[in-house]
C-alpha cells in the first residue's frame, strides 16, 4: 500500500538543480550561435553602412554600388589637405594639376570606385547557372518522381546524386578546369594549339576543336550549374513528391497522358516551392569562390561584361569578375588600412545584405507555402 | 471497496477546445474500470489526465474540477509529477518499447530512480517480466533488442516496463489496438490476472473486451459521461438510450 | 452511319498504341536529364583521373633525376647540416630568450617610450615633410603657403599629442617629460628625445649585464656553430657541381620531348616538304646523351671527404651538449634549452648513421615507382619551384587540413548537437522561431565571408587576447601568427555549426514521440527523457550529422585559403598544445593558391590533381559512411 502523501513534493522537485543546470547550459550553447552570428553581422554592419548610406539627405549613396572598380590614390597636395581619388579621377587631378602637386602619394590596388563590375559578374554567373541547373535539374526531378521506377539505372542516379552532392567545391573547379575551360570543343575557324582533336565541318574553314571555353563566363556558369545540380534535383523532387498522388490518380483516370498530368496537374502546383529552394541555392551559387577561381573570375577588369564586346557570344567567352572573388581578392592580396577599409567592408556588407534578403526571402516564401498549400 | 480515483467535475480543453465536460466519477481500486465510446468521445482524453501525462501536449489544460488519487488532488502546483507518474503505470495503445535491449526497457524507470545494482534489478526485471507473463518466452534473450519481438510480445513487455516499480494504478490505452486476436486474448487473460494487484483502467474501442474484461464500465459521448456502472449493468441494462444504441452497434 | 467494318485481325485494339509516341519520347527526355548526373559523376571521376595518373610517373623521373645527377647524395650530408643549422639557431634563441628576459623591464620601457615617439611621427610625417621641402633653399613657395602649411603642421601636431598610446611602464613624470621634449621639439629635428636615448642606453646597459654570466654559454654556441663550417663548404661545393649535371639532363629531356613531337607532327604532315623539313628538325634536336658519369666520378671521389667530415661534426660535437648551462632563469630560455637537449641525440644519431648512407648510396639504383608513390603519400615536404629540387609530400598539408578539422570539430559538435538538443526539446516555439532562421542565415553566408571575416576581425581580436596576462597559461600564447590552425578552426566551426545542427536537430525530431510519451509515463523528467530515450534512439543520425559536417570542414576551400596562414610546414609538435596555434597549409587550399601558377602538364599541375582525388576519395568515403547511419536510424 502506497502513502498518497509522497506524491506531495517537499520543496524543490527532484534533479531540479540538475535539469536546471543542463537546461542552461544548453540554451547558453544556443544563444551564443546565436550572439555570435549577430556579433559578425553587426560588425559588418557597422563598418559597411556607412559606405552606402549616410546621415544626411538623400542617405543613400550609390555610387558604391554602380561606379566601376579601381587602383584608390592616395595623396596631399601642397597645403597638406588628404585626396582619396580613384585612378580616373586621379589622372584628371594630375593633368589639372601637375605631378609636382602630389605629394605623399599611396596607392592601393582595387580599393577605388565602386563595385558594380563584381555585381554585374556575379549577376551573369547566378542567371547563367540557374538557368542550365534549373532546366537539367527540375526535369532529372520529374523523371525521379513521376517515371522512375526501381531499376539498377534509377539506383544509379540516386547514388550520382548523393556523391555529387558531397564533392568538395575546389573540386568541382578542377573538373570545371580540365573540361570546360581546356577541352569542351567549340566551333572555330582557328584552333587553338592545345586542341586535343580537330574535326572539320566541310563549311568553309569551321572546324569542331576540343580546346575548351578558356577562362570564361561560360565556364563558369557551366561549373557552377554541375556543383548545384544536386541540389536542385533533391529539392525539386521534394516539391514534385508533396503534391497528393490524388490529383495524378484523378487526371490520369480522366484520360490525360502522363506528360499532361504532369504539365497541369503537378508542375503547377509545385512549382512555388522549387522556386523557394532555388533562393537557397542562389545564395550557394553566388557566394561560391573555388569553383570560380580558375574557371571564370578575374580580379580587375576595366569592362563591364557587356561593355566592348561583340555579341552575346563574347559576352559568354570572356572573363567575368565576380563578388565572392572580389572579396577574396580585398582580403588577401591588399593590406588592410584606414583607406582600404571602405571598399572591404563595403563589399562585404552589401554581398551579405544580397544574401540575407534571399535567405529572409526563402523563409518568407516557405512559410507562406506552408500556409497556403494545404491538401 | 476502496476508492483510488475520484473524477470531480473535470473540464479539458485543447487550446480552447472544449474536449471534456464535467465528468465525475469514482474509480475503485484493485478493478478493472472500463471507457468505452466512439472516437472522439474523449475516453483517450480522460484516462491520460490520470497521470498527466496530456501535460506534453501544448495548449492542453485542466479548465475545471479535480482528479485526486487516494484523496490527492494531482493538479496541485506542488505535485511531485515524476512520482506520481511512477505510481501510476501507463500503456500505450502502439506498442512502444525503447530502441533498447528487453532487459533495459524493463529495468528503465528503477535506473531511473538511480538504482544500479546489478542483482536488484535482475530481481526487478525477472519479476516484472514474469508479472506479464512475458519472462519464459525471453529469458534466454534479456540482452536481445526489444524489437526483436512479436507485437503481442512488445506489448507484453510494455507492460512489464509499466508495472516494474509496483505501481498503484495501470492505465491502459486501447492496448489491444494494434494487435491481432491471439496477442489479444493473452493480453486479456494478463489483464485479469493483474487486476489482483493492481487498480486498472482501459479505453477500448471493442465492446465485447470491455465485457470480457472489466467490473465497471464508463460510456463516453461528446465529452460527457453518459453513463457509469457495473459492466453487466451497462451492457445488458442501459439506462440511457445513447449508451443503448452505442452498446447494441446502432452507431459508433 | 458507316456499316461497322469487319474486324480485321491486324489492326490494333482500340486500347492499343498506335505507331511512334510523342509520350515515349517525352519520358526519354526526362530519363536521359536524371542520366545527366551519372555523366556528370563519370567525368568528373575520368577528368580526375587523366590529369593526375601522370603524376607519378612524372613525379618518378624527378626523383630519377634527384638521384643520377648526384643531388640525393649532397642531401645526405645537407640534411646534417641543416639539423646543425636549427640547432644553433635554438641555442642562440635561448640565450637571448634569457638576456632578454632578464631585461625585460628595461626592454618594455624602451620600447614604449619609441611606440610612443614613432606613433607621433608617423601622425605628422606628411605635413612635416611638406613644411621642410618648402622652407628648403630654392623652395619657390611664398609665405601666405608656408603659413598656412605651419599652421597644418601645427594641427596635425596637436592631433598626435592627443592620442598616444599608453605607457604603463613608464612613470607619470617621464612620460610627461617625453611628451613636453616632443612639443618643444624642432620642425627639422632628426634626434630622438632624451628619454627615449636614455632608455635604449639603459636597455643596451642591461644586456651588457646580463650577457657577463652567460659568456660561457657564448663560447659553447659559437664553438658548435664553427664546428659545422667545413660540412657547410663541403656541401655547397657539391651543390654546385651536382646542379650543372641535373640543368644538362633536363635540357636533354626538353630536346627529348621536343624531337618525338616533331616526329609526330613530321608523321601527321601531308606535304612531303615539309614532312622532310620537320624530319630535318628532329635530327637536328637530338642532343648529345649528357654525361653523367663523368661528374658522378668525381662526386663519388668526395664521399671519403663526405665522411670524414661527418664523422668530425659528430665528434666535435658530442661532447658540447654537457657544456650547456643548467641555471638558466627565464621560462622561455630554459624551454628552448630543453627543446636543444631533446634534438641533441637525434642529430648524433643521424650523423652517426651518415657514413653508411653515404658509402652504400650508388646512383645506379633505379627509383621504382612505388617510391613516387609513397613519397607522395608519406613525404614531409612539399616544395615546388625551388631551384634546388621539388618534393610533392602530402603529409604538412594532410596533417594542417586535419588539425583545423579537429579544432573545428571540437567546437562544432558540442554547440551544434547542444544547440538541435535545446531546440528540438526544451526551446518554445517562439524561441526556435529566432534560432532556426539565424542559423540558417549562418549556413548561407558564402565561406569567402567568413574568412573575409577571420582575416580582418578575428585574427586580430584571437591576436589581442592572447597578449593578455591572465591567459599567458594557455599553451601557445601569446600567439605568433594571428592567422594559424586556431583561426581557421574556429571559422570553420562556424560554418559546420548549422549543417551539424540541422541535420542532428532533423534526426533528434524523427525519434517517434511515443519513445517520449513512454518515458515520461515512466516518471522520467523531461531532462532525463531527452538523455536517456531520445538522444540513444537518435544516436545514428547525430553520428552521420557529425561525420557530414567532418567532410564539410575538411572539403572548404576559402576559409582556410584566407586564414589558415599557408605555411606549408608539419606544425612543430614540441610546442604541445600551442602546435594549434601555428600557421598551416591545407590540401584544399594548396589547389585554390597553386592551380592558377602553374604550367599546364607539368607534374607540379598534375601533383595538385592527384591531392583533389584523395579529397573526393576521402570527403566520398566519409558522406558514404555518414548516410549508412542515416539509412541504419530509418530502419
Redesign the interface.
Known amino acids: 500500500m502506497f502513502d498518497p502523501e509522497t506524491l506531495i513534493r517537499k520543496g524543490l522537485p527532484k534533479g531540479h538543480f540538475k535539469d536546471r543546470i543542463v537546461r542552461t547550459l544548453l540554451s547558453g550553447v544556443t544563444y551564443s550561435i546565436v550572439l555570435i552570428a549577430a556579433l559578425l553581422f553587426g560588425k559588418i554592419v557597422v563598418d559597411g553602412a556607412p559606405v552606402l548610406f549616410k546621415a544626411e539627405a538623400p542617405f543613400v549613396d550609390l555610387e558604391f554600388l554602380t561606379a566601376k572598380n579601381e587602383t584608390l590614390h592616395v595623396f596631399d597636395d601642397e597645403k597638406g589637405n588628404r585626396y582619396q581619388l580613384p585612378a580616373s579621377q586621379y589622372s584628371a587631378y594630375v593633368v589639372k594639376n601637375g605631378a609636382e602637386a602630389i605629394f605623399n602619394e599611396q596607392t592601393y590596388s582595387y580599393s577605388g570606385g565602386g563595385i558594380i563590375g563584381p555585381i554585374a559578374g556575379t549577376a551573369l554567373l547566378t542567371i547563367g547557372s540557374m538557368m542550365l541547373a534549373l532546366f537539367f535539374g527540375v526535369s532529372a526531378a520529374i523523371y525521379l518522381s513521376e517515371y522512375a521506377k526501381q531499376s539498377p539505372f534509377i539506383h544509379a542516379v540516386r547514388l550520382a546524386i548523393l556523391n555529387l552532392a558531397g564533392i568538395p567545391s575546389i573540386v568541382f573547379g578542377l573538373f570545371g578546369f580540365s573540361v570546360f575551360v581546356l577541352i569542351v570543343p567549340v566551333i572555330t575557324q582557328d584552333p587553338s594549339d592545345r586542341s586535343i582533336l580537330t574535326i572539320p565541318l566541310m563549311i568553309s574553314d569551321y572546324v569542331i576543336s576540343f580546346q575548351g571555353w578558356s577562362s570564361s563566363l561560360m565556364a563558369g556558369c557551366a561549373t557552377l550549374a554541375c556543383m548545384i545540380l544536386p541540389v536542385i534535383i533533391t529539392a525539386s523532387e521534394e516539391s514534385l513528391r508533396a503534391v497528393p498522388q490524388g490529383f495524378r490518380d484523378a487526371s490520369l483516370a480522366m484520360g490525360a497522358t502522363r506528360w499532361q498530368t504532369i504539365r497541369k496537374c503537378v508542375l503547377p502546383f509545385s512549382l512555388p516551392g522549387i522556386l523557394t529552394s532555388s533562393l537557397l541555392a542562389i545564395t550557394r551559387v553566388a557566394g561560391e569562390t573555388a569553383p570560380i577561381m580558375f574557371t571564370a573570375a578575374v580580379a580587375a577588369k576595366d569592362d563591364l561584361p557587356w561593355e566592348g564586346v561583340d555579341g552575346p557570344l563574347d559576352v559568354l567567352s570572356s572573363q567575368v569578375q565576380a563578388l565572392p572573388y572580389h572579396i577574396y581578392t580585398l582580403a588577401a592580396r591588399i593590406p588592410n588600412s584606414e583607406y582600404t577599409q571602405r571598399a572591404q567592408y563595403g563589399s562585404v556588407f552589401v554581398f551579405l545584405v544580397l544574401v540575407a534578403i534571399l535567405s529572409l526571402g526563402s523563409v518568407i516564401l516557405r512559410s507562406k507555402l506552408r500556409s497556403k498549400l494545404k491538401w | 471497496m476502496k476508492t483510488a480515483i475520484q473524477i470531480k467535475n473535470l473540464n479539458f480543453a485543447y487550446s480552447g477546445k472544449q474536449v471534456l465536460h464535467d465528468v465525475t466519477m469514482d474509480i475503485t481500486a484493485r478493478q478493472v474500470t472500463a471507457f468505452i465510446g466512439p472516437s472522439g468521445c474523449g475516453k483517450s482524453t480522460l484516462i491520460r489526465c490520470i497521470?498527466r501525462?496530456n501535460d506534453?501536449i501544448?495548449g492542453a489544460e485542466v479548465t475545471g474540477g479535480s482528479v485526486e488519487?487516494?484523496?490527492?488532488d494531482?493538479n496541485?502546483k506542488?505535485?511531485?509529477?515524476?512520482?506520481?507518474?511512477?505510481?501510476i503505470?501507463?500503456v500505450?495503445q502502439?506498442y512502444?518499447?525503447?530502441?533498447?535491449s528487453i532487459y533495459e526497457n524493463v529495468a528503465?524507470?528503477s535506473?531511473?530512480?538511480g538504482l544500479t545494482k546489478r542483482a536488484e534489478l535482475d530481481e526487478i526485471v525477472e519479476n516484472a517480466l514474469k508479472s506479464s507473463a512475458l519472462w519464459e518466452e525471453v529469458k534466454d534473450r534479456l540482452h536481445a533488442s526489444a524489437f526483436g519481438l512479436s507485437g503481442g510480445q512488445q506489448q507484453r513487455l510494455?507492460i512489464a516496463?509499466?508495472i516494474a516499480?509496483q505501481p498503484?494504478i495501470l492505465l491502459m490505452d486501447e492496448p489491444c489496438a494494434a494487435l491481432d486476436p491471439l496477442a489479444t486474448l493473452k493480453i486479456e487473460e494478463l489483464i485479469s490476472e493483474l487486476k489482483k494487484q493492481y487498480t486498472i483502467v482501459i479505453v477500448t474501442h471493442n465492446m465485447s473486451q470491455a465485457t470480457r474484461c472489466s467490473d465497471m464500465t464508463a460510456f463516453m459521448y461528446l465529452g460527457k459521461l453518459i453513463e457509469y456502472g457495473p459492466t453487466m449493468d451497462v451492457f445488458e441494462r442501459p439506462q440511457d438510450p445513447q449508451t443503448e444504441a452505442y452498446v447494441t452497434g446502432t452507431f459508433g | 452511319m458507316q456499316a461497322a467494318a469487319p474486324p480485321n485481325p491486324e489492326a490494333p485494339h482500340r486500347f492499343q498504341k498506335r505507331g511512334f509516341s510523342s509520350e515515349k519520347a517525352i519520358k526519354f527526355f526526362f530519363a536521359s536529364n536524371a542520366g545527366l548526373t551519372i555523366v556528370i559523376l563519370v567525368l568528373i571521376i575520368v577528368f580526375l583521373l587523366k590529369e593526375g595518373l601522370g603524376f607519378f610517373p612524372g613525379y618518378q623521373r624527378e626523383l630519377s633525376v634527384y638521384r643520377i645527377a648526384g643531388l640525393e647524395f649532397v642531401d645526405i650530408s645537407r640534411k646534417n647540416l641543416t639539423a646543425h643549422e636549427q640547432l644553433t639557431s635554438v641555442l642562440n634563441r635561448a640565450y637571448f630568450a634569457e638576456i632578454n628576459g632578464k631585461s625585460a623591464k628595461e626592454l618594455q620601457r624602451y620600447q614604449e617610450a619609441s611606440a610612443l615617439f614613432n606613433a607621433y611621427t608617423d601622425q605628422i610625417g606628411p605635413t612635416r615633410d611638406l613644411v621642410l621641402n618648402n622652407t628648403q633653399e630654392g623652395s619657390t613657395a611664398d609665405s601666405e603657403i608656408l603659413t598656412s602649411l605651419r599652421a597644418n603642421f601645427q594641427k596635425q601636431k596637436d592631433k598626435a599629442l592627443e592620442a598616444l598610446p599608453d605607457t604603463p611602464h613608464l612613470s607619470a613624470k617621464e612620460r610627461q617629460d617625453l611628451i613636453e621634449s616632443i612639443r618643444l621639439r624642432a620642425v627639422d629635428s632628426t634626434e630622438d628625445p632624451p628619454l627615449v636615448v636614455t632608455l635604449t642606453d639603459e636597455y643596451s646597459a642591461a644586456q651588457q649585464k646580463h650577457s657577463e654570466p652567460l659568456r660561457a654559454m657564448r663560447a659553447t654556441i659559437d664553438t658548435f656553430e664553427s664546428a659545422g663550417y667545413d660540412l657547410s663548404s663541403l656541401v655547397s661545393e657539391m651543390t654546385e657541381a651536382v646542379t650543372v649535371t641535373k640543368e644538362k639532363i633536363q635540357s636533354a629531356d626538353i630536346l627529348q620531348k621536343d624531337r618525338k613531337t616533331l616526329l609526330a607532327a613530321a608523321e601527321n604532315a601531308e606535304d612531303p616538304v615539309e614532312r622532310e623539313r620537320l624530319k630535318a628538325d628532329a635530327l637536328a634536336s637530338l642532343a648529345d646523351k649528357p654525361d653523367i658519369e663523368g661528374p658522378m666520378k668525381l662526386l663519388m671521389e668526395r664521399k671519403s671527404a663526405c665522411v670524414e667530415v661527418n664523422t668530425k661534426l659528430k665528434e666535435s660535437t658530442s661532447g658540447i651538449v654537457k657544456e650547456l648551462p643548467t641555471s638558466l632563469t627565464q621560462p622561455e630560455a630554459i624551454r628552448l634549452l630543453d627543446v636543444g637537449r631533446r634534438a641533441w641525440p637525434v642529430f648524433l644519431a643521424d650523423l652517426e648513421k651518415t657514413p653508411a648512407a653515404i658509402n652504400s648510396w650508388n646512383h645506379q639504383i633505379p627509383v621504382p615507382l612505388s617510391a613516387a608513390i609513397s613519397s607522395f603519400l608519406t613525404g614531409k615536404n612539399w616544395v615546388t619551384g625551388g631551384e634546388w629540387q621539388d618534393f610533392y609530400g602530402i603529409l604538412p598539408l594532410a596533417v594542417g587540413s586535419l588539425m583545423i578539422a579537429i579544432v573545428a570539430l571540437i567546437i562544432a559538435i558540442p554547440t551544434g548537437i547542444g544547440a538541435a538538443i535545446y531546440v528540438n526539446q526544451f526551446a518554445s516555439s517562439r524561441e526556435q522561431e529566432l534560432i532556426k532562421p539565424v542559423i540558417e542565415f549562418i549556413q548561407a553566408i558564402p565561406s569567402v565571408v567568413l574568412g573575409f571575416i577571420g582575416i580582418l576581425v578575428f585574427g586580430t581580436i584571437l591576436r589581442d587576447v592572447s597578449q593578455w596576462d591572465s591567459l599567458q597559461w594557455i599553451p601557445g600564447f601569446p600567439i605568433e601568427e594571428r592567422l594559424n590552425i586556431f583561426t581557421a578552426g574556429c571559422l570553420l566551426a562556424l560554418m559546420s555549426i548549422p549543417t551539424i545542427f540541422s541535420l542532428a536537430e532533423d534526426a533528434l525530431n524523427n525519434v517517434p514521440s511515443a519513445y517520449a510519451e513512454a518515458s515520461e509515463a515512466l516518471g522520467a523528467s523531461r531532462v532525463q527523457t531527452t538523455f536517456r530515450v531520445i538522444i540513444p534512439a537518435a544516436f545514428s543520425g547525430i553520428l552521420a550529422a557529425i561525420l557530414l559536417g567532418f567532410g564539410r570542414v575538411i572539403g572548404e576551400t576559402m576559409v582556410v585559403l584566407l586564414v589558415a596562414g599557408n605555411r606549408i610546414k608539419i606544425p612543430d609538435f614540441t610546442a604541445g598544445l600551442g602546435a594549434f596555434f601555428q600557421p598551416t597549409h591545407t590540401l584544399t587550399g594548396i589547389i585554390a593558391q597553386e592551380l592558377g601558377e602553374v604550367p599546364l602538364g607539368s607534374v607540379h599541375y598534375r601533383a595538385l590533381f592527384v591531392v583533389g582525388i584523395l579529397l573526393f576519395v576521402v570527403v566520398l568515403a566519409i558522406n558514404a559512411t555518414a548516410h549508412r547511419f542515416v539509412s541504419k536510424m530509418k530502419h
Open positions: 497521470n501525462i506534453r501544448p488519487v487516494h484523496s490527492i494531482i496541485r506542488d505535485i511531485d509529477l515524476q512520482e506520481l507518474r511512477r505510481r503505470g501507463m500505450f502502439k512502444n518499447p525503447f530502441p533498447k528503465f524507470s535506473r531511473l530512480a510494455c516496463r509499466a516499480n498503484e
